[in-house]
């Protein structure tokens, strides 16, 4: 894999048409591996001299805000430094240029600011349920399993499973795992078919890490927001809707946001920085979840929240805002 990625960033220097697999724009651990795996598999198994190569869908700087991909990576030795992010490769001048051809994996429907590269898609391999309306006009697999990563798997499996190496094996195990909840029967998410090719991986590498393990690493590193700064952590599990001018920025932090607007590191200054660059009218909600290092403190849970915004709104001028002030105890969920 590792060879494999240096040679793409090297095509990128090149001009020629390429293959762009492109993960959705959310860049969850399932989206970064099924991009990986499809394009190293389709790289592999293409008689003709085309280059085919997986693109992250967001930009270098938003990667450590996705702890579970960040852990991921160096669990399975794959550097950072070898990976294509959107903000690397510009697939819109590639477009205008007639060398792009695209294959969509873990979604299927382009955002508006990428319409015009809808013609450029010749493939999607999705796991959720297909919107007609806006699904691009060329081939389309989806099935409906937990995880997108176990299409992936069975593709590789069905047509080239010579080429399938351990660290492969590992990201697509590991991917499956978490997005099925460890397989976990009662949570309902993994299909039979996403148990069989878990099962089906782990007997050509029996050397896979045991699923409990692998999903607890990758469940706590999801959650790890220890070393993020404030921006950072406001943005790492971030909603954003606009509606007649005022845009609404929903984050959900995975700590206690009271200790967080206590502590002295600026948290004030730095979140209302973080608001008024969103727009000159916004508001911005953010959630505190109780995770399992926090669930011991509490006999039941509760979540807070805390609504800040960048102009008076509601009667609420932001010159006047003291986060200390606006926690809200809500129903227990």
């Known amino acids: 894999m590792e060879d494999y990625l240096q040679g793409c960033r090297v095509a990128l220097q090149e001009s020629r048409p390429i293959h762009v697999v492109l993960g959705n724009?959310?860049?969850?651990?399932?989206?970064?591996?099924?991009?990986?795996?499809?394009?190293?598999?389709?790289?592999?198994t293409t008689e003709a001299e085309e280059v085919f190569v997986p693109v992250l869908n967001i930009k270098r700087s938003e990667l450590p805000l996705r702890g579970d991909n960040v852990f991921f990576l160096q669990k399975t030795h794959i550097p950072e430094s070898l990976l294509i992010f959107r903000d690397e490769i510009d697939l819109h001048a590639l477009q205008q240029a007639g060398q792009l051809t695209l294959i969509l994996v873990d979604h299927h429907v382009l955002p508006k600011s990428d319409a015009a590269l809808e013609e450029?898609?010749?493939?999607?391999?999705?796991?959720?349920?297909?919107?007609?309306k806006h699904c691009p006009p060329c081939h389309v697999s989806v099935e409906l399993v937990g995880s997108c990563a176990t299409l992936v798997a069975e593709r590789i499996l069905q047509g080239a499973p010579e080429i399938l190496d351990r660290q492969t094996a590992a990201l697509l195990h590991g991917a499956i795992i978490l997005d099925c909840v460890n397989m976990d029967l009662k949570i309902g998410k993994a299909t039979l078919k996403d148990k069989r090719h878990v099962e089906k991986l782990e007997a050509l590498?029996?050397?896979?890490?045991?699923?409990?393990?692998?999903?607890?690493?990758l469940q706590k590193a999801k959650f790890d927001v220890s070393g993020l700064t404030t921006e950072q952590m406001l943005r790492k599990d971030q909603k954003t809707i606009s509606r007649?001018?005022?845009?609404?920025?929903?984050?959900?932090?995975?700590?206690?946001?009271?200790?967080?607007?206590?502590?002295?590191?600026?948290?004030?200054?730095?979140?209302?920085?973080?608001?008024?660059?969103?727009?000159?009218?916004?508001?911005?909600?953010?959630?505190?979840?109780?995770?399992?290092?926090?669930?011991?403190?509490?006999?039941?849970?509760?979540?807070?929240?805390?609504h800040y915004c960048n102009g008076p709104h509601a009667g609420f001028p932001a010159s006047t805002f003291d986060p200390c002030k606006l926690f809200s105890p809500q129903q227990p969920e």
């Open 244 to 306: 007649q001018g005022t845009k609404v920025a929903i984050s959900a932090i995975y700590m206690d946001l009271e200790v967080r607007a206590r502590c002295r590191c600026g948290w004030r200054e730095k979140t209302f920085s973080f608001v008024c660059n969103l727009a000159p009218h916004s508001w911005l909600t953010s959630k505190m979840y109780l995770t399992p290092p926090f669930l011991h403190l509490y006999s039941t849970v509760h979540r807070l929240s805390l």
């Open 205 to 217: 590498f029996p050397d896979l890490p045991n699923r409990n393990d692998i999903f607890d690493s």
């Open 25 to 44: 724009e959310a860049c969850d651990l399932d989206s970064m591996v099924s991009a990986l795996a499809l394009a190293f598999y389709l790289a592999k």
């Open 120 to 132: 450029a898609v010749a493939e999607v391999l999705d796991h959720r349920p297909i919107d007609q």
